[in-house]
Nanobody, 121 residues
Framework: QVQLVECGGGLVQAGGSLRLSCAAS????????MGWYRQAPGKQRELVAT???????NYADSVKGRFTISRDNAKNTMYLQMNSLKPEDTAVYYC???????????????WGQGTQVTVSS
């Protein structure tokens, strides 16, 4: 079994900061790309940022310059540092990872349970 567990969400005032983390555990051989997504009430889930196993990053235009994605491959953990938060950043944030469980296995897509981020104006 593989599990992704997010933590770090909460309530913050506009202009504040939060740091999310996502830890992968279980039977893992390797983790390929990882990413953060978010879903606001009444809206579709959208990409926030992704990071490859080698550290190449990609960001949604709406968070560029404010959010930083990173990962610690030794700990199978990914982070999202969120600065200058805005009310429109309010959403449930989900982590995603492409995980290979055995040396000759296939990559499967895993999702965390989500963590709520609320930014007050």
């Amino acid at each position: 079994q593989v599990q992704l567990v997010e933590c770090g969400g909460g309530l913050v005032q506009a202009g504040g900061s939060l740091r999310l983390s996502c830890a992968a555990s279980g039977s893992i051989f390797s983790i390929n790309a990882m990413g953060w997504y978010r879903q606001a009430p009444g809206k579709q889930r959208e990409l926030v940022a992704t990071i490859t196993s080698s550290g190449r990053t990609n960001y949604a235009d709406s968070v560029k310059g404010r959010f930083t994605i990173s990962r610690d491959n030794a700990k199978n953990t990914m982070y999202l540092q969120m600065n200058s938060l805005k009310p429109e950043d309010t959403a449930v944030y989900y982590c995603n990872a492409g995980i290979v469980r055995t040396q000759r296995g296939y990559e499967y897509d895993y999702w965390g349970q989500g963590t709520q981020v609320t930014v007050s104006s």
